[in-house]
C-alpha cells in the first residue's frame, strides 16, 4: 500500500506547478482527479504535461455552465482535498474560494496555488514563469557576466512552486488525519521563489549576499574550469578538506601561501584574493584533457564533474540504477520515457501506474458520493502550524540535508540541529546558513563518543523523525541507521539523502548541487552555444530538501494508519533529473527543449527582458492580439504593417524586432513603459534588483520577509513562509541558532522527561 491510499484529491490546476503538485501525491497512491476545460490543459501540448499528470484520472468539464459547475462541486464534495490555481477573483466568481467550499465541507483541505501571489498589482497577470521571475526578482539572483538580470532556461520556480505546494498539501493531509477538520492552505509562485532563495533572499542590516560576476561561479574552490580539449568540469571542493586534496593534485599548494590568502581556507572568498587564484587554476586546467583530470581528481576524492548534455546523464547508468528514468506506452505517441519516482519509501513505496486516464465524473460519484454540505460555526484557529507536536532531529549539513529541516520548522514542527563540535562546516559561509538554518534549535553532541551517543538515542526516543545527508556506510559507523534507531523507537521516521542515490557505480561519491548542476546538462542548457552557466539557485539542494520533507510527510501520514516508522531515501541526481521533468519527458518527434546563451534575456522577442532608462523589465506575449496592442502601447503601429503578428511571435531574442523593442524601451523610464504596456493588456512586469524586493510594496504585502535580531550578524531581514494556513497559521519565528545554542536547554528538557516516565 502506498503513503496516500484512499485519499481523493480534485485538482482543476493546469500548466506545471498545480499538476506536478498532485503528481507526487498521485506517485504515492492517492487518487488524482484532474478536472480540464473542455479545450484542455493550456499545457496540455507540452511533453512535460505526460509525466505531470501520470497515475490521474481526468474530467473535463465546462465551469461555465451550471451542470459543469454541479458536477465540479459534487466531485468537491466527495474529495479529501481540492487544488486550484486560478487568478485571484475567479474561485470567488466560480463559488469555489476558500471561505464557501470549508464551510460547506468542514473536513476539506482547500488549496490554492495562485501562480504569483494572494494579492497585489502583480498577482493578475496571466500565468508565465517568466514574468514571475522578474516580478519576484529571481532574475537578477542569477550570475551574469554584463550585470543584467538573466531568465533560465528551464521553469526552475514552477518546479519549486510544486515540489513546496506537495510538501504543503501533505503537511495539511498529516493535520487533517490527527484533527479531522479541513482547512484553507495558499501556496503562491511567490513561495516558490521564497524556497529557493531562502539562502539568497535576506540581508543583515544593508548588507546583502554577494552576487557572483560572470557565470562560472565566484569561489576557485566551487568553479567550472574549462580543459586542454575544450571541455569543462566543475570542481566542487566547498569543503576545506576537499580543496586541499585538490591542490595536491593539481600541484598548487604554494596558493595557499600567496598574498591575501596567508594559510587561510576563508580568505578565498575575498574578492581582492580569489580572482589571483582563479587564474592559477584557469591556467592549470587548461593543460590537460577534461578526462585526465577528472580520473586524477576522482582517484584523490575530489569531488568533480563533467558538463555534459542533459540527454546523456538521462541515459546513464546511474539514472538507471535508482530508478529515475521510467517508460510508459501511448497509443499515439508510442513510447513515452520521463522521470520516474525522486523517493523511496520502504513500507509504503511510490509507482508509476499508467498515463492520464478519462473517466466518468458519474462513475467516481457512485464510487464515492459527496458528503451533504454543513452549516455552522468555523473551528477555531489553532497557531503553531500544521506540524505543531512534531519532533525531528536534523542531522543534516550545507544545503541539501540541513534545509529539509527548516521547511519542517516552517510548517510547524520542533527541530533540533544536532551538531558537531566543530558544527555544521556550511557555518563558515555566513548568511547563507542563516537562511537555510531558520527555526531550529542547535545542541552539539559527538556521535563518535559512546556516551553522547546515548543521549542521542534518547532524544530518538521521543522524535518522530530523524533527517540527514550522510555518505554511504556513515550511519552504520556511528550506530545510528535505521536498524538501531527503529529498535528504540518502532515509530521512527528515518530520512536520508545522498549524492548519486544508495545503488549505482556512482553511489560513493561526494555530491554537491553544482555537480549535478553540470552533469544532468542543466549547466550546458542554459549556456547553449556559449560557455556553460553555473546556477546561482542550488536547484539540486533546495529540491531534494523538498522532496524529501515531502517524503517524511508522507511517512508519518502512513504512521498514523499503520503505527509504524520506515526509511525515506532520496538523492541530489533524482532531483536532477525531477527538476528536468518537463525538458526530459521523451517521445518519438517531441519538439527540441529550449537553450539558453549568454546572459540569456529570454526566448523570443516578445518573450524576453528589455533594459529601459533606469531598469529592466519582462514581456510575455502569447497571442496575435498582444502584439498588436504592444505595437499601439510603444506609439509605433508600424510595426504591425513590418511584422505579420504570426511571424512577430517567433521572432528570435536578438533579431529584428527584438533590436526595435530594445532601441524603444532603453528611451523609457520603466515605470512609463509598464502603464503603457498594461493600459493595452501587454503581459508584462517590472524585473525587480535584489535590493528592490525588500521595499516592493508586492512583496511586502505578501507577507514574503520577516525580521529578527541576531547575535553574530545583527538585525537580519528573511524569508517569512512557505505557504500561508487559515486554522492552523504558520511561519519563521525562530532566528538560525548559533552552534550549540540550545544544548543545555534540550537536555535539561531530556532529563525532566526521564524522571517524569520514571516517576
Known amino acids: 500500500m502506498s503513503a496516500f491510499a484512499g485519499i481523493r484529491i480534485i485538482d482543476f490546476t493546469q500548466g506545471i506547478a498545480g499538476p506536478m503538485a498532485t503528481m507526487m501525491l498521485a506517485d504515492f497512491g492517492a487518487e488524482v482527479v484532474k478536472v480540464e476545460p473542455l479545450e484542455g490543459d493550456r499545457a496540455q501540448h507540452e511533453p512535460g504535461y505526460w509525466c505531470w499528470n501520470r497515475n490521474k484520472l481526468r474530467v473535463r468539464l465546462d465551469l461555465g455552465t451550471y451542470e459543469g459547475r454541479r458536477l465540479a462541486r459534487d466531485l468537491i464534495a466527495s474529495a479529501d482535498a481540492a487544488v486550484f490555481d486560478a487568478l485571484p477573483g475567479e474561485l470567488e466568481r466560480l463559488g469555489f474560494d476558500a471561505g464557501t467550499l470549508t464551510a460547506r465541507y468542514p473536513g476539506l483541505l482547500h ?442 510527510l508522507a511517512a508519518l501520514f502512513a504512521r498514523e494508519r499503520t503505527g509504524r516508522g520506515q526509511r525515506v531515501e532520496t538523492s541530489l541526481a533524482a532531483q536532477s533529473i525531477l527538476f528536468q521533468s518537463g525538458e526530459l519527458t521523451w517521445y518519438a518527434g517531441r519538439p527540441a527543449p529550449a537553450k539558453g546563451g549568454r546572459d540569456f534575456p529570454g526566448i523570443r522577442a516578445l518573450d524576453r527582458l528589455y533594459r529601459c532608462r533606469d531598469g529592466w523589465l519582462a514581456i510575455v506575449c502569447r497571442r496575435e492580439e498582444e502584439f498588436h496592442q504592444l505595437c499601439a502601447a510603444l506609439g509605433h503601429p508600424e510595426w504591425a504593417g513590418r511584422f505579420l503578428a504570426r511571424d512577430a511571435l517567433q521572432q528570435s531574442n536578438d533579431g529584428p524586432l527584438a533590436s526595435l523593442l530594445a532601441e524603444v524601451f532603453a528611451e523609457m523610464e520603466r515605470d512609463d513603459a509598464l502603464e503603457r504596456l498594461l493600459a493595452r493588456g501587454v503581459p508584462c512586469a517590472p524585473a525587480l534588483r535584489i535590493e528592490e524586493i525588500f521595499a516592493s510594496p508586492w512583496h511586502r504585502e505578501n507577507g514574503l520577509f520577516w525580521e529578527c535580531e541576531h547575535p553574530q550578524f545583527g538585525p537580519l531581514t528573511l524569508v517569512r513562509s512557505y505557504a500561508e494556513w487559515s486554522r492552523t497559521p504558520a511561519g519563521f519565528t525562530r532566528r538560525p541558532p548559533l552552534l550549540g545554542e540550545h544544548t543545555e536547554e534540550v537536555l535539561a528538557e531530556l532529563a525532566e522527561r526521564g524522571a517524569a516516565a520514571a516517576s
Open 111 to 552: 488549496v490554492w496555488m495562485p501562480p504569483y501571489a494572494p494579492r497585489g498589482r502583480w498577482s493578475v497577470l496571466p500565468p508565465e514563469e517568466q514574468l514571475l521571475a522578474a516580478v519576484s526578482g529571481a532574475c537578477w539572483f542569477q550570475f551574469s557576466w554584463d550585470d543584467v538580470p538573466v531568465e533560465l532556461v528551464t521553469p526552475q520556480l514552477a518546479y519549486a512552486h510544486a515540489l513546496i505546494a506537495a510538501d504543503a498539501i501533505a503537511a495539511g493531509l498529516l493535520e487533517r488525519q490527527r484533527s479531522g477538520l479541513g482547512q484553507a492552505l495558499t501556496v503562491g509562485g511567490i513561495h516558490g521563489f521564497a524556497v529557493v532563495e531562502s539562502g539568497g533572499a535576506l540581508r543583515a542590516g544593508e548588507v546583502l549576499r554577494m552576487r557572483s560576476p560572470g557565470a562560472r561561479g565566484a569561489l576557485p574552490n566551487y568553479r567550472l574550469y574549462r580543459c586542454a580539449d575544450g571541455e569543462w568540469l566543475f570542481l566542487g571542493t566547498l569543503m576545506p578538506h576537499h580543496f586541499y586534496k585538490a591542490l595536491e593534485v593539481l600541484d598548487l599548494f604554494d596558493v595557499m601561501t600567496m598574498p591575501g590568502v596567508d594559510g587561510e581556507f576563508a580568505n578565498l572568498m575575498r574578492p581582492e584574493v580569489r580572482e589571483a587564484v582563479i587564474a592559477r587554476f584557469d591556467a592549470r586546467f587548461a593543460e590537460r584533457p577534461r578526462e585526465e583530470w577528472l580520473a586524477l581528481l576522482e582517484a584523490a576524492g575530489v569531488p568533480r564533474a563533467p558538463v555534459w548534455p542533459r540527454e546523456r546523464w538521462f541515459e546513464s547508468e546511474q539514472v538507471r540504477a535508482i530508478g529515475m528514468r521510467a517508460e510508459l506506452g501511448h497509443p499515439e505517441l508510442g513510447t513515452i520515457v520521463m522521470p520516474g519516482v525522486p523517493l523511496r519509501l520502504s513500507e509504503t513505496p511510490g509507482s508509476i501506474r499508467g498515463l492520464i486516464e478519462d473517466v466518468d465524473p458519474a462513475t467516481l460519484l457512485r464510487e464515492r458520493p459527496p458528503v451533504p454540505p454543513q452549516h455552522g460555526e468555523p473551528p477555531p484557529a489553532r497557531p503553531g502550524g500544521p506540524l505543531a507536536g512534531i519532533r525531528v532531529l536534523d542531522l543534516g549539513m550545507v544545503i541539501a540535508g540541513t534545509f529539509i529541516g527548516a521547511i519542517l520548522a516552517n510548517f510547524g514542527a520542533e527541530v533540533i540541529k544536532v551538531e558537531p563540535p566543530e558544527g555544521d562546516p556550511f557555518r563558515q559561509y555566513g548568511l547563507g546558513f542563516a537562511g537555510y538554518n531558520q527555526g531550529k534549535r542547535s545542541v552539539v553532541l559527538d556521535l563518535k563518543d559512546p556516551a553522547q551517543r546515548e543521549m542521542f538515542y534518547r532524544l530518538v526516543e521521543g522524535a518522530d523523525a530523524v533527517l540527514d545527508n550522510y555518505r554511504l556506510g556513515v550511519l552504520e559507523r556511528l550506530g545510528i541507521d535505521y536498524p538501531t534507531l527503529s529498535r528504540r523507537n518502532p515509530r521512527i521516521v528515518q530520512a536520508s539523502v545522498t549524492g548519486y542515490g544508495s545503488t549505482g557505480p556512482m553511489a560513493s561519491l561526494p555530491g554537491f548541487d553544482p555537480l549535478l548542476q553540470a552533469q544532468s546538462g542543466l549547466m550546458a542548457a542554459q549556456g547553449g552555444d556559449d560557455e556553460p552557466v553555473f546556477h546561482q539557485i542550488p536547484v539540486n539542494d533546495t529540491a531534494t530538501s523538498m522532496v524529501a520533507a515531502f517524503g517524511i
